[in-house]
């Protein structure tokens, strides 16, 4: 039978100001947890931490840099477990590949080669993205198989080069070291914003919902998970031993032309669209979840 690591002990979360870290955060003092979390940045954009329940007892924040190497290592020195949900923050570039992709492999590098200095480590989750495993070239999809944990998206688009490859980076790091990762993939994370700052998801849902179509439109079929949900996932897959490997994330899988049909039905009153431009991307795919449920995950449908 799985057991549960015993001790609750200390763990440590990065991107602490983001929509879905400061979700973990929450449900991980709920569950009596203490937490380091990390931050870059203006530390005003963390007030709304520390309005949840046990964060004077059980909450410390400090700053630290992705792309310092040994920024990570006073800070997760100590520490069980490590949340690691925070990527550099980028902007458009004529050279992708030099300010995009080689920061985002590097920045997670970074937190886990401190994470190979602290003999208290236990595990390390890292967060990931459904798009790891669902963006494929037209065509190379058996439409009859759900994507699992052991499908992954073609590197040989830009879209899906980024993810893939620091979580490939990532994997080798974590081998050739004796560290024990677990992947998690959400899919389409919706749900309420814990930061004053609505996240790039709800920002588009909002457009959604106002009638716009200009986001939604590229996202074609598209799994959806509330993010309490995925929150709830991170800490499962930390706190059963047994867990390994990738985890997805996800509950209802549908085409955006669905979505707008669900929601419209749902709120007549908005102007939801119901039609969106085709852009060659709703190839037909289901997302397989049951690993995730033989931890005890049961997704909101």
């Known amino acids: 039978m799985d057991r549960k690591l015993v001790s609750k002990g200390k763990v440590c979360v990065t991107g602490t100001s983001g929509f879905l870290a400061s979700w973990v955060i929450k ?3 709920l569950s009596n947890y203490h937490v380091m ?13 520390w309005r949840l329940e046990g964060t004077k007892e059980r909450l410390r924040l400090v700053k630290a840099d992705l792309m310092e190497e040994g920024s990570f290592d006073d800070a997760i020195f100590g520490c069980h477990g490590v949340f690691h949900s925070a990527s550099p923050v980028l902007k458009p570039t004529s050279d992708p590949k030099a300010q995009i992709l080689e920061p985002t492999v590097e920045g997670t590098l970074n937190v886990l080669r401190s994470c190979k200095e602290n003999p208290s480590l236990r595990r390390v989750v890292l967060t990931s993205s459904s798009a790891a495993v669902r963006v494929r070239p037209d065509g190379d999809f058996a439409s009859n198989v759900p994507l699992d944990k052991s499908s992954w998206s073609s590197v040989e688009l830009w879209e899906t080069l980024q993810i893939c490859s620091a979580n490939s980076a990532s994997m080798y790091f974590c081998k050739e070291n004796g ?6 993939l959400p899919s389409f994370v919706i749900g309420p914003c814990l930061p004053p700052e609505l996240c790039s998801t709800a920002s588009d849902v909002l457009g959604l919902l106002k009638g716009e179509t200009e986001k939604f439109k590229w996202h074609g079929r598209m799994g959806y998970v509330h993010i309490d949900d995925v929150a709830l996932c991170h800490i499962l897959v930390y706190e059963h031993e047994s867990a390994h490997g990738r985890y997805i994330c996800s509950s209802t899988v549908m085409n955006n032309t669905e979505l707008g049909s669900l929601l419209s039905t749902r709120y007549p009153s908005l102007p939801i669209p119901t039609r969106f431009e085709q852009l060659g991307r709703p190839h037909y795919y289901e997302l397989n979840t049951s690993k995730m449920e033989s931890l005890g995950s049961r997704i909101q449908v």
């Open 179 to 184: 560290i024990d990762m677990i992947t998690v």
């Open 27 to 29: 449900l991980l003092l």
């Open 37 to 49: 979390g990390i931050f870059k940045g203006n530390e005003k954009k963390l007030a709304h931490l």
